[in-house]
């Protein structure tokens, strides 16, 4: 039997990012597949997967970390607990979310998906990732299969009854993905397929009966690189003219990883033909590998950075109700009185930083992925060129900031929700060290962090001419100029528009080292830039948001008569929604205040010309 969850999901700041802040309800009406669809259908799915996330998946997340997966001479087992949630997660739908009804799919927007990953990646991560790879694959599949692939093989994907892989890694080939060793020797219409792939997600396991493997691999007589590379659909089992599953295809589960967490997920080592059988199907042109599986990795970078916020907002909640909870000691002023009244540890000044920077953290980056996942709806969907073009550049430009800004922070977030339990949040008695052992791969997998800050500095910034980027620093300089005066935040904007004025003069700069022939001293850097520009988005989506709360918290305090900062007060305290408001409002300036003049230390750094640690290896 599963055991008891304490987890809980922040609904109402989910409503708030999607609704008052995106607006996303009336966005998404403008684009031609969702314009039938309301506020109400959309919060009809938030709230049913709060329950599943809830009620039916949390409960299996100690059970998968202290019940993993099991390896016996080729089969993966997973925890009984584990089949019955996902018995339960299929048959409601979930995995379908966002695919084409044709298949199976219910057709929902992406952003309204990335809510729903949202709770399921903080219930239990491990269990997540079966879905959302099949997901992943099978939008691949989609886009670039065969008519007869997609009659064959989606529907059955997007049912849950067949698993979607992605087969990239090699012993010898991680993040280098051009130097793979498989190979694909043509054979009438099909390919015989042959090497090792490790690091499978969900590679192998009992809850399925076949598994759609996407293997990146080189033709005989392909070129070396990258540019050799081709995409293959190989399933486990050969499939029937009747849809029915055939014949083993000489694909094996040698072995599967153990690791520091999400040891719920099988991670297995792959050997396609050994007996020299394995039959792989072309998808798309061959040589053209990379550029098709791209799709499927920028969908999981985006869902890796939901991964790290998920579990960090589960996290979060779990040390905002401890801290609320515990009492230890006495108010800071009166702790030389040894009559005093214990408070919660809330009321401690240490304590509370913590926790604002947990919800500063959170909360700015749910903005982001939300942001970015409508982006991603536009730039597919909007009947405008114009506005699809703005978006498409906004979404490549914040894909790598997704995936490393805001699973960097969450593991960030995990380490001070642990620091705010103290010994308990070492111990498996609460859920939180969990959580930091099951987030830190996030920072590591899908393109480490190191790379997609490669991929923003080295590409991104610089994509049709630094467009990209433009587009992004006027969005912000018209925020700014629009809210220089603002009688709550002004101050805030005015650090807002300095701090990104030093990111655009850092991006000159190595702009122009790297026209100069110095490509070594920028990339050397970009880590921290990545940082630095991750901050300067936070703080502009927490301002943003800010903005909007404040309004309406303005509004209440208007309704109820509150002309004074005492009666504010007692209002913010009494009230649920001028509470919640009022934590929008002081969430952005605790993170512009406290958490963005970290950047300084980054702008110094980079323009020290400083190559001590470049030059030399230690």
Known sequence: MAAQSTFQ???????????????????????????????NDFDMVVNEAAKM????????????DRSPVQFDKGKVTTPAELKAAYKAYCEGGWLGLTGPSDFGGQDLPGVIGLATHEFFMGACCAFTMYGGLTAAASRLVFHYGTGEMKKTYLEKMYSGQWQGTMCLTEAGAGSAVGDLKTTAKKSGDHYLISGQKIFISAGEHDMCENFVHLVLARI?????????VSLFLVPKYLVK?????????????????????????????LSFGEEGKCQGFLIGEEHRGIQYMFLMMNEARIGVGIQGTGIAAAAYLEALRYANERIQGTDIEQFKNVDAPRVPIAKHPDVRRMLWTQKAYVEGCRALLYQTALWADMAQFHPDEDERNKAMGMLELMTPICKAYCTDTGFK?????????GGYGYCQEYPVEQYMRDIKIASIYEGTNGIQAMDLL?????????????????????????????????????NLTETKDKLAGVTMHFGGLGMSGDQLYPIYHAAPYLAFFGDVVIGWLLLRMAVVAQEKLDRLCADNCCTDDDTKRKLCADNSEAKFYDGKVRAA???????????????????SGDRSGLDVAP
Not at 59 to 64: E, G, H, L
Not at 220 to 228: I, Q, S, T, V, W
Not at 413 to 421: D, K, R, S
Not at 468 to 486: K, P, R, S, V, W
């Open 9 to 39: 999901v922040d609904k109402r700041d989910v409503s708030f990012v999607l609704y008052e802040f995106l607006k996303a309800d009336a966005e998404l009406k403008k684009l031609p597949p969702f314009s039938g669809m309301s506020k």
């Open 53 to 64: 996330a809830v009620n039916t998946v949390a409960p299996v997340n100690a059970v998968c």
């Open 220 to 228: 005989e007589g392909a070129p070396k690189g990258m540019k050799g």
């Open 241 to 269: 003219g009747d849809g029915s599953v055939g014949a083993y295809n000489d694909v094996q589960c040698v072995g599967i990883e153990h690791k520091m967490g999400i040891k719920g997920s099988a991670t297995c080592t």
């Open 413 to 421: 977030v995990t380490e001070l929700a642990i620091q705010t339990f």
């Open 458 to 494: 080295g590409r991104k910034v610089s994509m049709k001419g630094g467009m990209y980027l433009m587009t992004f620093l006027n969005d912000l300089n018209i925020f700014c100029d629009q809210h220089a005066g603002h009688p709550v935040l002004g101050n805030f904007v005015k």
């Open 589 to 607: 300036k605790f993170f512009i205040s406290q958490l963005m003049p970290r950047v300084l230390g980054y702008e110094q750094a980079m323009m």
